[in-house]
Nanobody
Framework: QVQLVESGGGLVQPGGSLRLSCAAS????????MGWYRQAPGKQRELVAS???????NYADSVKGRFTVSRDNAKMTVYLQMNSLKSEDTAVYYC???????????????WGQGTQVTVSS
């Protein structure tokens, strides 16, 4: 069974930093794009950042220059380094990946369970 497990969320003061990690596990043949979405209370889930298996990143305008997405293909792990955090970054952050599990007939999209990030003084 494929799982995406996030870690690294928590409470941080404005201007602070956090690093999120998401590790994929299970019988996985291939992973293409991995990324992070977030959902704040009363708002729709939105893309924060993504990265292809070749290392090409994509960022939401609201986080450009503050967040950095990276991945370790050997560990099937994606990271999100978040600096200069603002109160408006408060949300549940979800890991997302397009991957081919051995039991599947092709690439499918998977979600992690989410990790809370709260930016507050």
């Amino acid at each position: 069974q494929v799982q995406l497990v996030e870690s690294g969320g928590g409470l941080v003061q404005p201007g602070g930093s956090l690093r999120l990690s998401c590790a994929a596990s299970g019988s996985i043949l291939s992973i293409t794009t991995m990324g992070w979405y977030r959902q704040a209370p009363g708002k729709q889930r939105e893309l924060v950042a993504s990265i292809t298996n070749r290392g090409n990143p994509n960022y939401a305008d609201s986080v450009k220059g503050r967040f950095t997405v990276s991945r370790d293909n050997a560990k099937m792990t994606v990271y999100l380094q978040m600096n200069s955090l603002k109160s408006e970054d408060t949300a549940v952050y979800y890991c997302n990946a397009d991957l081919w599990a051995s039991a599947a007939g092709g690439y499918r999209n998977y979600w992690g369970q989410g990790t809370q990030v709260t930016v507050s003084s």
